[in-house]
């Protein structure tokens, strides 16, 4: 099960026939109403058309009548299940992996909130609903507990506050729990505590988009029960809303969505979000965030649909300014074409540095990375984007930069020598001063390159951390000459979240943070 912005369960917009449905719905091996206890198994199994997408909800039923009513009820989880795909999107997929017409998901181990739920899932909008009751666990062996204080006239019941983990390690994918009136919540748990662990209010239901949610989470790990885990809503100063689609028109949901810009000497400031069921996505920002600069909003869908499929959406905005409120429309292209060209250094074309070889455009761009051993390299483009401009980024010190303008897809030889600005002075090729870079992407999913110089040769160390402290993973730890380094991080285990990295060789030591959002 792929993890995403938070857990399981559902929506799609394609069906296969008219008549096609859901029959035959059976939770946890029965067909009746289930009853299980916090952080038991579920699991699920119905028939469908062959090869057909249904459509999966988890509704809690605030009123407690069987029935799902969208004026009171509470819709915790969408998502899509195709016929014979196990690889799932903002939910667990079909995991029998064949094409049969049979559904089979489970068993899952998961957190859900005491209360009574309804399960539906539907094919063309026809299906089923399955009731049940998730009762508390007798003796939780820990709590972690606070309170969510929502924008003045705000009701601070029924909102879905979940706590999950990287899905890599075994146990309970989640644990959640629901506000009273007083936005009071108490997450109860097992014994099963290894994290880390990310607290927020669900994405999947979070009734304030476009308001400022403070802090946007919290990450840790279970030692004991924990108090205090606050949130406060505020409304936002200024408003970016739109909508993400594909290139045939088709809403593109659960994608994740950018809106930042570049600091100065500080890396990159960046809001994310999801976009809902329909591809909508919200921004709310701060005050102190409005301060006349540019900003940039991308998107691109999550590892179950690359950048192989789609090509990333990218748009440049003007200032925004307090009280703005700003719709704009983003389209995901089909990644159908390729440029494809070769990097070099001086005329050198063989064992070279890798760099990040961008196409970009007023409305998409897409990445790759050169071979280092011949200095080849391929971008997926659209033939709807008739000229790209292509370029390279985290070159080697004293290189010139070269863009390579209006090219099409399709063009086969777009190569990029890159030459020194200054042969006199840099005949070695070595870095005049020790540096690290800011990592590019950033946010990045799941991988990312970190470069570094350095002037002398010295015993490295290049670490990266969590947001607690903990070491999450060693990149460098040896010796190294004197030169300019790119290193990739694949954080594909790792949760999302804010990381550090941090470069020691010698006395120079500096530290850089980059965001993992998946």
């Known amino acids: 099960m792929k993890q995403c912005t938070g857990i399981l369960l559902v929506f799609c917009f394609f069906t296969?026939?008219?008549?096609?449905?859901?029959?035959?719905?059976?939770?946890?091996?029965?067909?009746?109403?289930?009853?299980?206890?916090?952080?038991?198994?579920?699991?699920?199994?119905?028939?469908?058309?062959?090869g057909g997408t249904s459509i999966g909800e988890v509704w809690v039923d605030v009123n407690t009548n069987g029935a799902i009513d969208p004026q009171t009820d509470i819709r915790m989880f969408y998502f899509p299940i195709t016929d014979g795909v196990s690889?799932?999107?903002?939910?667990p997929g079909d995991m029998d992996g064949q094409v049969n017409g049979a559904i089979s998901v489970g068993p899952l181990p998961l957190g859900l909130a005491p209360a009574?739920?309804?399960?539906?899932?539907?094919?063309?909008?026809?299906?089923?609903?399955?009731?049940?009751?998730?009762?508390?666990?007798?003796?939780p062996l820990r709590t972690i507990s606070g309170k969510v204080t929502p924008p003045a006239g705000s009701n601070a019941d029924n909102i879905i506050i979940t706590m999950e983990r990287d899905n890599q390690i075994p146990g309970v994918f989640f644990w959640n729990a629901i506000t009273d009136v007083n936005g009071d919540f108490t997450v109860e748990t097992n014994a099963d505590t290894v994290g880390p662990w990310r607290l927020k209010i669900s994405t999947d239901q979070n009734p304030f988009p476009a308001a400022i949610i403070t802090p946007q989470s919290y990450e840790f790990y279970i030692t004991g029960n924990m108090t205090g885990k606050d949130f406060v809503v505020t409304?936002?100063?200024?408003?970016?809303?739109?909508?993400l689609k594909k290139e045939d028109g088709s809403p593109a949901p659960f994608a994740s969505v950018n809106l930042g810009y570049p600091i100065i000497n500080s890396g990159y400031f960046s809001y994310y979000a999801d976009t809902d069921a329909n591809g909508l996505f919200?921004?709310?920002?701060?005050t102190s965030r409005l301060t006349g600069q540019e900003w940039t909003l991308d998107a691109y869908l999550r590892s179950s649909e690359t950048t192989e499929n789609y090509i990333d959406a990218l748009l440049t905005l003007n200032p925004i300014n307090v009280g703005d409120s700003i719709y704009k429309v983003l389209?995901?292209?089909?990644?159908?074409?390729?440029?494809?060209?070769?990097?070099?250094?001086s005329g050198n074309s063989t064992n070279i540095q890798q760099i990040t070889i961008v196409a970009w455009t007023d409305s998409t761009q897409s990445l790759a990375f050169n071979n280092t051993t011949n200095g080849n390299y391929t971008l997926n483009v659209s033939s709807k984007i008739l000229a790209n401009n292509v370029f390279g980024i985290n070159?080697?010190?004293?290189?010139?930069?070269?863009?390579?303008h209006n090219v099409a897809p399709g063009t086969t030889n777009a190569d990029l020598n890159y030459l020194l600005t200054d042969v006199k002075d840099h005949t070695s090729n070595l870095p005049e001063s020790f540096s690290l870079s800011q990592n590019f992407p950033n946010p990045f999913n799941p991988s990312t390159i970190i470069s570094y110089s350095l002037p002398k040769s010295g015993y490295t160390t290049l670490k990266v951390f969590n947001i607690l402290g903990n070491e999450v993973a060693t990149l460098v730890n040896e010796d190294k000459a004197a030169g300019q380094y790119n290193v990739k991080f694949d954080a594909s285990n790792l949760p999302s979240g804010i990381y550090f990295y941090k470069i020691q060789s010698g006395s120079f030591v500096e530290t850089k943070k980059m965001i993992l959002l998946k």
């Open 235 to 243: 409304n936002a100063a200024a408003k970016v809303v739109g909508l």
């Open 116 to 139: 009574q739920y309804i399960m539906k899932f539907t094919e063309n909008n026809i299906g089923q609903t399955i009731t049940g009751t998730v009762a508390p666990l007798s003796s």
């Open 282 to 286: 919200q921004f709310g920002i701060e």
């Open 16 to 50: 296969i026939g008219l008549h096609a449905q859901v029959t035959n719905l059976q939770v946890n091996g029965s067909s009746s109403p289930f009853t299980l206890t916090s952080g038991d198994s579920l699991s699920w199994s119905y028939d469908l058309s062959n």
């Open 331 to 345: 389209t995901l292209y089909d990644a159908d074409a390729t440029i494809t060209g070769k990097v070099s250094f």
């Open 395 to 404: 070159l080697p010190q004293g290189y010139d930069q070269i863009t390579l």
């Open 87 to 91: 690889d799932g999107d903002n939910g």
